[in-house]
């Protein structure tokens, strides 16, 4: 039980201080890919937030080497946190993937219905809480009770539940939820491997009636 809170609170307990010993961790395995990059091109505070995002979805951070060199290309380009991970978890698709798939290398998932994922892509905003989906409330409740109702009908196929979405949406799409809907995995189609057959249960629609 345990080890199943902190498993669940990772992000939450993972401290400056844990970010610094870690950075000195690799410093002595893989010392390229500290040097100039942690501090002056990436900053630690950013890449605190990074790995504390990692962790909220139960992303191992085990390969820091990838996600370092996924920084050190990616920040001059933005500062912004909640993109910067959507970029390394693009990097880590190869674990990600073999997270998802099952004993037969498939991935069985539900979708969004193109209208859906193209209105909430158009509600995602840049805040300074990061990347938000802003849609009105009764919106935002239909949405919520249509994802439980594909988790509980997942979970009862025996198949987990991973909602499958574009990239654009995937991160402000997983903080809207996150509060609301448990044991939910929401990836991106940019997290997944070419080679993994997909195949979609059902999809989701704010159009659907309760």
Do not use: W
């Amino acid at each position: 039980h345990l080890t199943e809170v902190i498993k669940n609170h990772a992000a939450e307990l993972f401290t400056r201080q844990d970010v610094k010993n870690l950075v000195e961790r690799v410093r002595m395995e893989a010392p390229a890919a500290v040097e100039d990059v942690v501090g002056e091109v990436v900053p630690l505070s950013t890449l605190q937030k990074v790995l504390q995002n990692l962790l909220s979805e139960q992303v191992s951070i085990r390969d820091m080497v990838t996600i370092l060199e996924t920084l050190a290309e990616y920040t001059p380009q933005t500062t912004d946190a909640d993109v910067l991970t959507e970029y390394v978890r693009m990097a880590l698709r190869r674990q990600i993937t073999a997270d998802c798939v099952d004993d037969r290398k498939k991935m069985t998932v539900f979708t969004l219905d193109p209208h859906t994922e193209k209105f909430l892509g158009e509600n995602v905003q840049s805040t300074k809480q990061g990347l938000m989906l802003v849609i009105p409330p009764e919106t935002g409740e239909r949405l919520t009770n249509q994802v439980k109702n594909a988790v509980e009908a997942m979970s009862r196929e025996g198949y987990s539940p991973i909602l499958l979405v574009g990239p654009n949406v995937r991160m402000a799409l997983h903080k809207y939820l996150r509060g609301s809907v448990k044991g939910l995995v929401i990836v991106s189609y940019s997290e997944i491997l070419p080679t993994v057959e997909v195949y979609s249960k059902l999809a989701v629609s704010v159009n659907d009636a309760d």
